[in-house]
């Protein structure tokens, strides 16, 4: 049986918080082979997710512990969906291809994902053309504008 206990989470996200990249996941899935990808990722404030779509899977995510934005985004870059995840919402299933993106708002935040495997690294494609990659400073910036983004709107950057 595979258990994650509350002194768990708590260790993943202080490895989150000692991480360049805010971030720590554990692994439910045995192998990245399976055909079920199932892992809880710890994501501090200040992580960047850019926004980016699965080709062949839908993704569904829980909040564990703390809130966080869910935005979807149509190809353009307008936001077509908006959610706060662990306050007003419990569980979302992005559709398959959909461009999203995630916002930790609390520190010690973890968030709980299942999408179909077996896992696949991001290609660029893989992220949207209008986003900046991690290493650009606009990234900053784009997370700011993730916290109060609306349904309807497109990041300036765009």
Known sequence: MNKLSYDRLSGLSNEAQLSP???MNHNFHAELS???????????????IRPHRHLGS???LTSLRGRFV???????GAV??????????SVIETPTA??????SLDTGGVIFEVKQGPYAPFREEDFAPWSPPADDDN???LMDWYRHAEIGQRWPGC
């Not at 399976?34 to 960047?48: K, S």
């Not at 077509?80 to 919402?89: A, P, W």
């Not at 959909?98 to 916002?103: D, E, G, S, T």
């Open 34 to 48: 399976d055909p079920i990808q199932r892992l809880a990722i710890a994501m501090e404030p200040g992580t960047y």
């Open 21 to 23: 990249r805010k971030r």
């Open 139 to 141: 990234c900053r910036a």
């Open 80 to 89: 077509i969906d908006r959610s706060v995840l662990g306050e007003d919402i």
């Open 70 to 76: 869910v935005l979807n985004f149509d190809d353009t």
């Open 58 to 60: 839908w993704e569904l």
């Open 98 to 103: 959909c461009w999203h993106a995630v916002l």
